[in-house]
């Protein structure tokens, strides 16, 4: 009886194989070797951020025009200030050498912010330290917010 169980088994485990040597469908994981371990990346959208209290600040950033190495940030969070006037919270580097700059897109059903950050200009020639700060910069709308809603271009 063991016999015949054993050679069942063998049986399934080679036609097992042939099936999946003869197959002409490809199974095997494409690899992308522009990403780390080669696997393949699908692209995320950007985060929806949250309206969070006013009081929810961190360190305050102005914008700062020319920053250099500028890469779009998604930013986490927002607040509302005033009718006109939103701040969005995101995570960057210090204050001392790195800034951040929006350019915000209005429409009648949505505010889009793409905020970029960067090395700020006139620290380009600073050793500048690794830190990670909790950062907020306000922007003001050209009409006031309402019911819109706050969108990531990043």
Known sequence: MRFLAAGVMLCLLLAGCSTAAGSDEDTTPSIDSTTP????????APPVPHEVPVGDVGTMFEATPGLIRA????????????????????????????????????????????????????????????????????????????????LNAA
């Open 37 to 44: 371990m080669g696997l393949v990346q699908q692209p995320s």
């Open 71 to 150: 890469t779009t940030t998604p930013f986490e969070s927002w607040s509302q200030v005033s009718p006109n006037t939103i701040a969005v919270h995101f995570v960057t580097g210090t204050p001392e050498c790195y800034g951040a700059d929006a350019s915000v897109t209005e429409t009648d059903t949505t505010v889009t912010i793409e905020l970029r950050t960067g090395t700020r200009p006139d620290a380009a020639d600073k050793s500048c330290i690794m830190v990670a700060v909790y950062a907020t910069m306000q922007m003001t709308l050209a009409s006031p917010l309402g019911s819109r809603t706050i």
